[in-house]
């Protein structure tokens, strides 16, 4: 099986086609690191090659998005990674774990086709909370987007599309409405009416007291679920099997059991890597069970 790795110049993504370049060989499989700059750009690397196997990209980027369509219309197989689903610090400062999921940029098609053992969600030593006590007081928060992310999943204007949902909220909903742009995304801006939460505030005073949290598909859902608050999601994304889908019932949302909480937790900690488990091969192992 061939891999082939298209990486940007920025040393991180260099640090991570290495890293998993290592497992590849080192379980007999053929690898290959390419400029994602020169995908569809240089002649010979025009669209997935003949005998690419496995693409393998990183990010919210344009390239990102061409590489797994392309490469899955033609019954080949693309890995995307990026940041941790948790956000553990490892080496160089950088997250320590780095999400992989296998044709998408979401595993929810797959993630949970089998039931995960809990090794690997007790090593992030997360807790899993009882449910909230709801109150009336209660605020919604809506857990926006960057442009890019938008641009990347055909979302449109990622503050015209916040502010559509935000409208629909306060339809259905009388609860006090809080905006909390992704924090990292410097052209956000407030969104009139409604209470705006910026990057100087930290996540967990944002979720304090909130009665549920809305999102396309920001990660910060997942700390949600497990801290006891529910959450509504748009997109489909890793959060989906325990979220809400339905805006209209934000009041009074979907919230799954416990024990289903806890699995979904074992299953998601399937789908986010170290760098030492992508040299060492177990990584990829994983990846080759799910393409085989």
């Excluded at 490892?90 to 089998?114: A, C, K, M, N």
């Excluded at 935000?166 to 339809?171: D, G, I, V």
């Excluded at 934000?250 to 074992?266: F, G, H, K, L, M």
Aim: hydrophobic content about 35%; some cysteine.
């Amino acid at each position: 099986m061939k891999v082939v790795f298209y990486a940007s110049d920025k040393p991180r993504e260099i640090m991570l086609a290495r890293a998993f370049e290592l497992g590849v060989t080192g379980c007999g499989d053929e690898f290959e690191l390419r400029r994602t700059a020169d995908y569809g750009e240089d002649r010979k690397y025009e669209g997935p090659s003949p005998e690419t196997d496995v693409a393998v990209c990183f990010g919210v980027k344009g390239k990102s998005a061409e590489i797994i369509k392309e490469h899955t219309a033609l019954g080949k197989h693309a890995v995307y990674l990026d940041k941790g689903y948790t956000r553990q610090k490892g080496e160089g400062g950088h997250t320590l774990y780095t999400r992989l999921s296998i044709d998408s940029s979401s595993p929810v098609r797959y993630f949970q086709r089998e039931r995960h053992r809990s090794d690997r969600f007790e090593k992030l030593e997360m807790k899993i909370l009882d449910r909230k006590k709801q109150t009336a007081d209660g605020h919604i928060l809506f857990c926006g987007s960057s442009q890019k992310y938008h641009d990347f999943n055909a979302l449109g204007d990622a503050t015209e599309y916040a502010e559509k949902a935000l409208f629909k909220l306060r339809k259905v909903s009388h609860r006090q409405i809080v905006y909390r742009p992704k924090p990292s995304w410097t052209d956000a801006r407030p969104i009139a009416n409604y209470m705006f939460s910026n990057g100087s505030q930290d996540i967990l005073d944002a979720l304090r007291g909130c009665h549920a949290l809305v999102t396309h598909g920001s990660s910060v859902g997942i700390t949600a679920v497990l801290m006891g608050i529910p959450i509504v999601v748009l997109g489909a994304t890793i959060m989906s099997p325990v979220a809400e889908s339905d805006l209209t019932k934000v009041d009074s949302p979907y919230w799954p059991t416990t024990e289903q909480r806890y699995q979904w937790a074992c299953d998601f900690a399937y789908c986010q890597w170290t760098q030492d488990e992508m040299r060492c091969g177990e990584a990829w192992e994983y990846v080759r069970q799910v393409v085989s």
